[in-house]
């Protein structure tokens, strides 16, 4: 059998404002304004959810 890759584990919005040290009102409002990558959110229905490695490749990429 093959084994498959560990899954990227999704960050819900507290944990992503955890990480981004950012309030909750200031992440949606980066959503709404689409200033996150969009390969970095996932909607499941209402609920939305952050790639972590992704997230964290995208900082590291604006703070070079």
Same mark, same amino acid.
């Given at each position: 059998? *093959?084994?498959?890759?560990?899954?990227?584990?999704?960050?819900?919005?507290?944990?992503?404002?955890?990480?981004?040290?950012?309030?909750?009102?200031?992440? /949606?409002?980066?959503?709404?304004?689409?200033?996150?990558?969009?390969?970095?959110?996932? /909607?499941?229905? /209402? !609920?939305? /959810?952050?790639?972590?490695?992704?997230?964290? =490749?995208?900082? *590291?990429? !604006?703070? =070079?």
């Amino acid at each position: 059998m *093959e084994l498959l890759p560990p899954a990227d584990p999704l960050w819900t919005i507290p944990q992503a404002c955890s990480w981004l040290s950012l309030t909750e009102h200031a992440l /949606r409002t980066m959503l709404r304004r689409n200033q996150l990558p969009a390969e970095a959110v996932v /909607r499941i229905g /209402r !609920r939305i /959810r952050f790639k972590s490695t992704t997230l964290c =490749a995208w900082v *590291e990429r !604006r703070s =070079a």
